[in-house]
């Protein structure tokens, strides 16, 4: 199993990384990347601490490990006041209804799959499959086996994809000319040595032949996994025909209560055809903010 690496801690969209400076710019400017680079890192640190002590809370040392359809992970304990920000949605079950009728699905169908956990050991194979590759927080991205962990710049995830496309790649993150992929290589957030993914079972879109697989381990109520929808819809645009996109659910179910529902909901919508559950995955990113604070199903 590969070692496991650092965590992405749960704070707001703008912890991502930001572009890199003009070289005619300031010395304060020039070393922003580093900077942005170093705050990520720290953040990283705090989130592995976070996660290593709650895998220890679920570890069958401790009582048994979290599994799949436990939707009692993240929610207060007996007695505790829920402080939560308001939704315009009673729980989330509510939201996916309206969501699923958006999209052109079978809502009671698609509720009654999620209320059944039915797609639940789906959702924790994709989990499983994401451990094993050394992931621990999201989102994680695998470019043709490369890591890339976390919410990175859209110009670090084209120097990634253009050499692979060349067959330039390298497995030397010092070759690499953006600085926010140097410095994460010196940090291993970002490592260049390809290693296998299994793919089985998983949703994935454009060419199947293409040279370049991007993989994505993610969580529908993450933040920075919102950013990293945007960033991926906008590499599909630019490299239709050249990329296949991969989707795994990595839901990170101690501290989003409606994440591992969300996955479930994803993978019931194959069902009833793929196009449309890759448009409950769209609505779910961009609607994130209106059904992330609802109550647990």
């Known amino acids: 199993m590969a070692a496991r690496r650092k965590v992405e801690v749960e704070t707001e969209p703008s912890m991502v990384y930001q572009q890199p400076m003009s070289e005619s710019r300031g010395f304060l400017e020039k070393m922003s990347p580093v900077l942005m680079v170093l705050v990520v890192v720290m953040a990283f640190a705090l989130g592995s601490l976070w996660s290593k002590v709650k895998y220890l809370e679920g570890s069958p040392e401790s009582g048994g490990r979290v599994v799949a359809g436990d939707t009692s992970v993240g929610q207060p304990q007996a007695g505790a006041e829920a402080v939560r920000p308001s939704s315009k949605f009673k729980d989330f079950g509510e939201a996916l209804g309206t969501y699923a009728a958006k999209v052109g699905l079978d809502a009671n169908k698609l509720l009654a799959c999620v209320n059944n956990e039915e797609k639940a050991g789906v959702v924790e194979a994709n989990y499983q499959e994401g451990v094993k590759a050394g992931v621990s927080g999201t989102p994680g991205f695998f470019v043709n086996g490369k890591f890339l962990g976390g919410a990175f710049p859209i110009d670090a995830f084209k120097e990634l994809i253009d050499k692979e496309l060349a067959g330039t790649g390298s497995t030397d993150y010092k070759t690499y000319k953006n600085q926010a992929l140097v410095q994460a290589g010196a940090q291993g957030i970002f490592d260049p040595t390809p290693q296998t993914v299994s793919m089985e079972g998983a949703m994935m879109r454009g060419a199947s032949a293409a040279k370049v697989t991007l993989v994505e381990f993610s969580d529908f109520q993450c933040p920075y996994c919102k ?24 839901p990170l179910r101690q501290i989003h209560p409606n994440a591992q529902k969300a996955a479930e909901a994803f ?14 995955h769209d609505v779910m990113f961009d609607s994130q903010s209106e059904w992330s604070p609802a109550a647990s199903i």
């Open 267 to 280: 993978e019931c919508a194959r069902e009833q055809g793929n196009d449309k559950a890759w448009a409950l």
């Open 227 to 250: 950013v990293g929808y945007t960033t991926v819809k906008q590499l599909e645009k630019d490299y239709e025909g050249r990329i296949k996109f991969v989707f795994m659910n990595f």
